[in-house]
């Protein structure tokens, strides 16, 4: 059991380049959800998703895409990389609902990522 | 989404007990109260999560009083490797836009 795996570990990227962070869990969840945490921050949501098909946005969702084919992948897409997205990005992912309302998120290790 | 309010950093001595306290006037009647720990370098880890009342695991306790506006969270005989950003959400992932939102975090420093 893998639980969640995020890739790369680390990234670096020029201004306007785009990329993929990937993420995946094993654990069928429902939701999953991508954070960034800039240094001596907190996290901060990105976009989320409570199933295939569904996403919603975040606190900070410009400049990221997302999409959510399947339960197990949801990849965090940058559009076209700029400074500011330097930061390191988490992945989580839980169960929704079941009679409870906040399951207990497991998060991956995160891609630190730098645009220069 | 009921915002928290904790303090920003913590000191304590290895085996002493350590309480955390998160306000949240704002909560609301489906919320819950969830505590995660994050070293660093890695992701926050779930430590503990209540409605009311008392929870306790083997790690923590979470004391939330009758009135639901504020929680504390004890670490029982902290050591070193309990030095770690803690953080207290409140929400209900069913409700509200499904957002799962962290604050700043207290951040705790365990001394020998």
């Known amino acids: 059991n893998a639980g969640v795996t995020q890739t790369p570990k680390f990234q670096v990227l020029k201004t306007g380049q785009s990329m993929t962070l990937q993420c995946a869990q094993d654990?069928?969840?429902?939701?999953m959800s991508w954070y960034r945490q800039d240094p001596g921050m907190g996290l901060r949501l990105i976009h989320y998703?409570?199933?295939?098909?569904?996403?919603d946005q975040g606190e900070v969702p410009n400049g990221y895409n997302v999409s959510r084919s399947t339960t197990e992948d949801f990849p965090l897409r940058l559009l076209s990389a700029a400074p500011s997205q330097t930061s390191v990005y988490f992945c989580?992912?839980?169960?929704?609902?079941?009679?409870?309302?906040?399951?207990?998120?497991?998060f991956g290790q995160g891609t630190r990522l730098t645009v220069v | 989404l009921a915002k928290t309010t904790q303090p920003i950093s913590m000191d304590s001595y290895e085996g002493q007990e350590v309480n955390i306290t998160c306000s949240h006037n704002?909560?609301?009647?489906?919320?819950?109260i969830t505590w995660y720990q994050q070293f660093p370098s890695q992701g926050p880890r779930f430590i503990i999560q209540?409605?009311?009342t008392k929870v306790t695991n083997e790690v923590a306790s979470l004391f939330i009083p009758a009135d639901r506006k504020s929680s504390t969270l004890s670490l029982p005989r902290v050591s070193l490797s309990d030095t770690a950003v803690y953080y207290c959400?409140?929400?209900?992932?069913?409700?509200?836009?499904?957002?799962?939102?962290f604050g700043g975090g207290t951040r705790l420093m365990v001394k020998p």
């Open positions: 989580a992912s839980s169960y929704l609902g079941r009679g409870r309302a906040n399951t207990e998120a497991f």
């Open positions: 654990m069928n969840h429902e939701y």
């Open positions: 998703s409570v199933g295939a098909g569904i996403t």
């Open positions: 704002n909560i609301a009647t489906n919320d819950y």
């Open positions: 209540g409605y009311k």
């Open positions: 959400l409140v929400g209900d992932q069913r409700n509200a836009g499904n957002m799962l939102t």
